[in-house]
């Protein structure tokens, strides 16, 4: 590994939701700078509200999270659009926007630094053509022109992907990218996630609960039970025992 | 294993008998409305007997056949009509658009806003157009200026609430996306709302310029202006011949525009 940079500090975090639910039950770890962090839980451990509050997309309740020396916490309007420019995302339904092309899609990553000519959907030529090579170098120069509706669900992943690195991000948050794919496009996807961030160099913190996976592209991974971190290492670490704990000992609890 | 069953069959019943009782309370509810509403009205059948003949001897001996040679008189009119139901729909389409985004709560936050813009389009909806028209022909004076403010107010009620209704199911995944780029709200709005919503809109936008159409003849019978306004001159003066056209004249209108806004609108989906 490279030097030891702290790019995102998380120091017991916690949130809770209106009805009462505790997501996130004090939640600390550091991020650092180019690692591929893998986030491994069962469903409900609290992956997504996790990668959620990095960006602000959920508030927090109470903690801190900060990201290259920013606070997260209570950051509002035009400070908080700006962090996002700086924190990719890709989802677990893709949430590209179907009815537009493929380049539209992946100028969108760039609307954060136009004004009303993004409003317009009105972009430099130097951004068109940003655009078409990191298309390019995801093997979708075929799509650009098309509408996405028209792509499979890897592609559209890509796509996803592509719009996630126009931001030129300084770290990308995935958030169970490859749930919704088979697994010959969830290899795919997660490959070309994983070549170009480190091409990028780009941190990227990724929620999977599929163990494998977890282990073939992870530099480092934690565990997430409950809402609470049981697990902290690196992929050699995560063996039977850990995943025991980390899937299965809710059952004895009831 | 038995008992388990007949204790699970049991439990079946049970949650099933509070939706029987409330369909029984609904027929005696849509019963007793019938037969109030019944009485209220004074609706009576044999009345309807003895008017059919009635009815009949009109129109035969005063409405047919049609005087086809005062067509030129109604052809002003028409395109009157026609006028004011297109810019009607213009202006309601403009407020309707301002007033469906503020009344859909999940592109605004403050739910005082919402309230606001619901509220308004109620409003507007509740009042028929014709009313409208009234109160705007003692306004402004008689014409279709009049007719043309009633036409839009009374549509921007109903596109505002179909508006936001659209805007509300839109798939909320793409916008959040778009926020979490940094984009401010009226990029999220131009780029991810409204691609989702295009369908809808012109779906709704032509629908209700079909309807302004009749909106826009009906108008015209409280003296704002178009084809109604003639109809109701000719009615006055007991030429019901000419009346007849003038019926002609607004029911080929409304085929010939509703042909059009069928054929325009598929056109501009298939583009979407």
Redesign the interface.
Known sequence: MKQKDVLIKISDLKKSFPGGTEALKGVSFDVYRGELLVIVGASGAGKSTLLRCI?G?SAISSGSIVVDGIEVNGLKGKKL?????D???I?Q????????RVI?NAL??R??Y???R????LYSFEDKKKAFEILARLDLEKQVAKRADQLSGGQKQRV?IA??IM?EPKVLLADEPVASLDPGASSKVLGYLHKICQEEDITAIVSLHQIDYARNYADRIIGLTEGVVTFEGGPEDLDDEAIQELYFNEEEEE | MDRNMENNLAQLKKSRRPGQLRLLFAIILVIVAVIWSWAGTGFSIPAIMRGVPRIYNFIIDDLIPPRFDSWQKFLNPTLQTLYMAYVGAIFAIILSLGLGIISANNLISNRLIVYLGRGISSFLRAVPAVAWAVILVAAVGLGPFAGTIAIALGGAGMLGKTYADSLEEIDMGQVEALKAVGASWFQVLTQAVLPQFLPDFFTWSFYRFDLNIRSAAVVGLVGAGGLGFSLDTAIRLFQFREATMGILWIFGLILIVEFITAKSRDKILEGL
């Open positions: 960006n997309l659009r700006q962090l996002r420019t924190v990719g995302m989802f339904s893709f949430n590209i926007v179907n009815r537009k539209d969108h990553g609307l954060a136009y004004g009303l993004g409003v317009l959907g996803a719009r996630a931001q």
